[in-house]
């Protein structure tokens, strides 16, 4: 068996380029609760927008190919206060049109189905980069 090692890797038809460790086209771990929703790490992520309690917009730097890319959120309550802990339901956004080929919204809400903010937000996208 052979290993060929490589620092970036583009697919026929991208015209973007990932790291090859980076299997996921855009993945990033943020937070919710604080002014400006800073980013703890990311790739392929430009920037969080604040669109209201619960959600966020995470602008992508490399367009996705088209808007039928699977995307997974996850939300977490570990060391929130006043939440018990545990997991928040974490969805798309997509009722205001949040998620394009540019970026994807989160629509996160506690176990009362209320919108909520949180310190720890994680989004996982698996698709084609434009």
């Known amino acids: 068996m052979s290993t060929i090692t490589v620092?970036?890797?583009?697919?026929?038809?991208e015209t973007?380029?990932?790291f090859a460790t980076g299997v996921a086209a855009?993945?990033?771990?943020?937070?919710?609760d604080s002014s400006g929703h800073p980013i703890?790490?990311?790739?392929?992520?430009?920037?969080?927008?604040?669109?209201?309690?619960?959600?966020?917009v995470i602008v992508f730097t490399n367009n996705m190919a088209n808007d039928d890319y699977a995307d997974v959120i996850c939300?977490?309550?570990?060391n929130e206060s006043g939440f018990g802990g545990g997991m928040f339901s974490a969805t798309s956004h997509v009722s205001g049109g949040?998620?394009?080929?540019s970026s994807v919204g989160t629509d996160c809400r506690d176990d009362a189905s209320s919108r909520?903010?949180?310190?720890?937000?994680?989004?996982?996208?698996?698709g084609d980069l434009a």
Do not use: L, P
């Open 26 to 32: 855009v993945w990033c771990s943020f937070d919710q």
């Open 116 to 126: 909520r903010d949180n310190h720890d937000t994680r989004v996982i996208i698996m």
């Open 16 to 18: 973007a380029s990932r």
């Open 75 to 78: 939300a977490t309550a570990e």
């Open 40 to 56: 703890y790490d990311s790739v392929n992520v430009s920037s969080t927008t604040d669109g209201a309690t619960g959600i966020t």
């Open 7 to 13: 620092t970036n890797i583009k697919a026929t038809g």
């Open 98 to 101: 949040q998620k394009t080929t």
